[in-house]
């Protein structure tokens, strides 16, 4: 797999920057490369002089975004101490990390429908270190006894990314749908989840039956 080294200032830094803009708001097709020299104020020889290929840029644009978002992520859930409060940061800051970065997460979206890259390469490379540092979060909270040690944490965050990213897509029809006039607001949504989340695993004074019935 093909490790990136991300320039984070200089002109490197600052071709990133518009390159994850344009890419958000165009997709990868849609931004030539003369458009992004001029849209960042260098020659096209300048960004192949940091950038082997377009293909290097966007994927170097890609692994930014993730490496971001998945440290902001584990930033603010560690901030807390208690993991129910843990896990309630987590649902919110996911949600609004989303939002801030929407034409960023627009484009991860339309990679992951048109499957310019084959699914095993684009999970492997910008999805599985997301996915492997939340989870482990929650297995940490499982082997010390914080949380139902028979739930599923990979499912637990694959919800939490999936109604996140509902969200965004549908946000605009979402409040009209019955029973969810609440939901104008992302906090009323990430709130309501982590509600629903956390009562389904939080731990119980009673065991779990083979059959998955609570006794």
């Not at 006894?145 to 605009?172: K, N, T």
């Not at 609440?182 to 939080?202: C, F, K, Q, R, V």
């Amino acid at each position: 797999m093909t490790v990136y080294t991300i320039p984070v200032a200089g002109k490197a830094g600052h071709i990133l920057d518009t390159a994850e803009k344009l890419f958000g708001c165009h997709g990868f097709e849609g931004v030539s490369m003369s458009t992004l020299a001029k849209e960042a104020g260098v020659s096209k020889a300048n960004i192949f002089h940091h950038f082997k290929s377009k293909e290097e840029l966007y994927m170097t644009v890609l692994h930014r975004a993730r490496k971001r978002f998945v440290s902001q992520l584990i930033s603010a859930a560690n901030g807390q101490h208690d993991t129910q409060q843990r896990l309630h940061t987590l649902t919110r800051v996911y949600l609004k990390q989303i939002l801030a970065n929407e034409p960023l997460v627009r484009l991860l979206l339309r990679e992951l429908m048109e499957k310019r890259h084959p699914g095993e390469m684009l999970s492997e490379r910008l999805f599985a270190d997301n996915f492997s540092e939340l989870v482990a979060l929650m297995r940490e909270a499982q082997s010390r006894g914080e949380l139902r040690a028979s739930f599923d944490p990979g499912m637990a965050m694959l919800i939490i990314a999936a109604v996140s990213l509902f969200y965004v897509q549908g946000r605009d029809f979402i409040h009209h749908l019955p029973g969810m006039a609440w939901a104008d607001a992302p906090e009323n949504i990430s709130d309501a989840l982590w509600e629903i989340l956390w009562h389904g695993i939080a731990p119980h004074t009673f065991t779990d039956t083979p059959e998955g019935n609570l006794s």
